[in-house]
């Protein structure tokens, strides 16, 4: 289970904003350190009378699960600092075949777009901070740091997830983007 809860917010972590130039980034309306860890506190959400270059649905292709022997489509919706996700787990790689007894995870929680973010490939990307709040109807207190970006109707997250600001990605997943259904 713990291993479906970490696809599952990888694949969540998988989108991306900044570059590209449309839409406009919205910057987190706090920044608190924990006093226990001395990491950013990612409780901060995009204002929800701002709309986001990230609000719309996307959606992940067919493809392998890093570290799993099965395949995902992943779809995340994301309106005004909130996100959705729901996720199709098949047993082959033409997803066609469901993953027997095995469950279709949806999450749910708030996000946060923070600063520009100079790749070493020299695009910038935004700095994205999650906080999943429910997985599966249970409540969960899930924070995530990443890094998106947007080029016209493609999103691209961040080459891997994190759980400290501190250990933010560097570069960008190219492998599994998502792409705009509205």
């Known amino acids: 289970m713990k291993k479906l809860l970490f696809c ?28 226990e860890t001395g990491n950013e ?22 493809g392998p699960v890093e570290g799993e022997p099965h395949y995902d489509i992943v779809t995340v ?8 996700t729901d996720i199709e787990n098949y047993i082959d790689s033409g ?15 708030n996000f946060a777009l923070g600063d520009d973010v100079l790749l070493s490939d020299g695009l910038t990307a935004t700095e994205f901070n999650i906080h999943t709040t429910q997985f599966d109807g249970a409540f969960f ?3 995530e740091y990443d890094i998106v970006y ?20 560097t570069s960008l997943d190219y492998d599994r983007p998502f ?4």
């Open 8 to 35: 599952t917010l990888v694949s969540v972590m998988m989108v991306g904003c900044g570059g590209g130039g449309s839409g406009s980034v919205v910057e987190e309306t706090e920044e608190n350190a924990d006093p």
């Open 41 to 62: 506190d990612s409780g901060a959400v995009t204002p929800s009378d701002q709309i986001t270059v990230l609000d719309g649905t996307w959606k992940k292709q067919c």
């Open 77 to 84: 919706s994301f309106s005004r600092g909130e996100f959705t």
């Open 95 to 109: 997803c066609t075949t469901p993953q027997p007894f095995a469950p279709n995870p949806t999450s749910s929680g």
């Open 141 to 143: 207190d899930i924070k």
């Open 150 to 169: 947007v080029d016209n109707d493609i999103l691209y997250a961040g080459d891997g997830e994190t759980d400290s600001p501190l250990q933010r990605p």
């Open 179 to 182: 792409y705009r259904i509205n």
